[in-house]
């Protein structure tokens, strides 16, 4: 392919996704509103629900109102992304695209809840919150890996109700083969209880332990104190359990909202601090989720960082309040969180923003965002037809992933590759949400421009191959099907424009020509950022 072509560049800046932004704007005279295509649509596809009520209203104060609703590309795209981490296929492009029922939005987000890639994306980003890693400085090594990554992935296929799942993580006792909820006291970065509290406290209620009064600190470590470990004979396994040497007497406890409690010496502290969590009445439980829910869905949290919320009280956290009663009501499911999120218009709505926003009103459009590394590169090996392979010499024995396994159900966060460290996968040592950087790159951007393997991706591409073939008879059905491969939509007017004039003037073979459409549009931000 022909990349130094000066004709060919310039197409590769029209295609950028903030010049496309700005095409096919149409004027709808009886609203003056202006809709721009094919990212807009004119009319609310999706009825109003609790959480749209609560956010009008707040942006009402700042005399906002929620952006335009997203089009059918741009939604099946996005909500693709944000519940499987999975690209759609063009078919279902097709099939979504053409399906004339009203509810067809409620309908898919019900399909893609059910899909195993949901579980998948979403024990992702559990195991960079549970700091799922075989080696240092976590050390679960990789049996311990293994049997912990396929119980939290069963416990979200499963759709296990939020309370029950971190009441098993913090009363759980024996060998972390055997029992992989006990992984969790071996992964919390050290092994005294001002360390595990610190994990739970980071965790599960969204608040740094360090920064809390130092006598708080010590209250919360009390209930962590008779944690202990032991090895056993086979290799690396360790057994997690509770001292059996009990206090004589009765002690006195204080959860970290100041009430106490009274613990018996045959008590289990731990199961009476997980019971005092996940009560309804917890200040922190239920905003902690419903507020990492939200950032993971949304773009940003209602309170940030998520990690990060203790005594903040931000404008809008309403919001939060609505969705922790919503979670108690629906006994801690966590889908009904997510299909509340999903079905609203608040998320439904475009990513452009209509002028300058105040810096309060963090409702008023979707955010774009980069793809997550393991999402951008299991994108990149669908489009070539081949996985990505991954290997770890250390520690022994060998561990080989095989190519047929998606990124995303990548278990360990020791293994890795060059491409998910320059993509900003996070090495999973601290579980804090900011391990993770979205954030784009100028070695990014070079390795995408270019990457000999992204090259080859484009040329091995059995799903591109069709459109390569389709060229000498169908050159519009073969441009098609490379825009649904890789932007999950149809060009536009001006689009097909600016393809016709580089097919008339590059100079190029035809199939080259095609092959440089791919490689620009694969550049574009609208390929490598969710919108």
Request: hydrophobic letters at 35%.
């Amino acid at each position: 392919m022909s990349w130094e072509k000066s004709n060919f560049f310039k197409f590769l800046k029209e295609t950028m996704f903030l010049a496309m932004i700005l095409l096919s704007v149409y004027v709808f005279p009886q609203t003056g509103q202006t809709i721009i295509k094919p990212y807009e649509d004119d009319k609310w596809p999706t009825p109003e629900n609790i959480i749209d009520t609560q956010i009008v209203k707040f942006l009402s104060n700042y005399g906002q109102k929620l952006r335009n609703p997203c089009s059918d590309y741009v939604f099946i795209r996005r909500v693709y992304l944000d519940v499987t981490g999975t690209l759609p296929k063009p078919e279902e492009i097709d099939a979504f695209i053409n399906d004339k029922r009203p509810d067809k939005r409620r309908i898919l987000i019900d399909e893609l809840l059910d899909r195993d890639e949901y579980a998948m994306y979403w024990t992702m980003k559990w195991c960079d919150l549970l700091r799922v890693k075989s080696e240092y400085p976590i050390n679960l090594w990789p049996n311990a890996v293994q049997a912990y990554y396929q119980w939290i992935y069963q416990k979200i296929r499963e759709n296990q109700p939020y309370d029950k799942f971190v009441r098993e993580l913090l009363t759980s006792s024996g060998s972390n083969f055997r029992v992989p909820a006990v992984n969790f006291y071996r992964a919390t970065g050290g092994r005294d209880p001002s360390s595990i509290a610190k994990a739970v406290a980071l965790t599960f209620m969204g608040i740094r332990f360090e920064k809390l009064p130092e006598q708080q600190q010590k209250n919360m470590s009390a209930f962590f104190s008779r944690v202990s470990y032991k090895k056993t004979s086979e290799w690396k396994e360790e057994i997690v359990y509770l001292n059996p040497e009990t206090p004589e007497k009765s002690i006195k406890l204080v959860f970290p909202d100041g009430k106490t409690v009274e613990i018996s010496p045959q008590e289990d502290e731990r199961k009476i601090f997980a019971d005092w969590l996940i009560s309804p009445n917890n200040p922190y439980f239920n905003k902690n989720i419903v507020n990492r829910i939200w950032a993971y869905l949304m773009g940003q949290g209602v309170i940030s960082p998520v990690d990060d919320i203790f005594q903040k009280n931000p404008p809008g956290t309403e919001i939060l309040e609505l969705l922790s009663k919503e979670l108690t009501k629906s006994n801690y499911d966590l889908k009904h969180i997510y299909r509340l999120i999903l079905n609203s218009r608040t998320y439904q709505q475009s990513s452009i923003p209509a002028g300058k926003q105040h810096p309060d009103t963090n409702f008023a459009y979707y955010k774009v965002r980069q793809m997550e590394a393991e999402v951008l590169l299991d994108a990149l090996c669908w489009l070539s037809g081949e996985g990505e392979g991954y290997v770890s010499q250390i520690p022994e024995p060998s561990t080989y992933i095989p190519k047929e396994n998606r990124t995303i159900a990548l278990a360990d966060g020791s293994i890795t590759s060059s491409f998910l460290m320059t993509f900003g996968r996070p090495s999973r040592d601290t579980g804090l949400d900011s391990e993770r950087n979205n954030k784009p790159t100028d070695k990014q951007r070079l390795y995408m421009l270019n990457s000999t393997d992204i090259q080859k991706k484009i040329r091995s591409s059995p799903i591109l191959r069709k459109a390569f073939s389709q060229v000498w008879k169908n050159r519009t059905e073969a441009i098609n099907t490379i825009y649904k491969v890789i932007l999950s939509r149809l060009p536009t007017q001006e689009e097909i424009s600016i393809i016709e004039e580089y097919f008339n003037n590059s100079g190029l073979r035809t199939d080259q020509v095609v092959g440089d459409i791919a490689w620009a549009l694969l550049n574009s931000k609208e390929f490598i950022f969710k919108h």
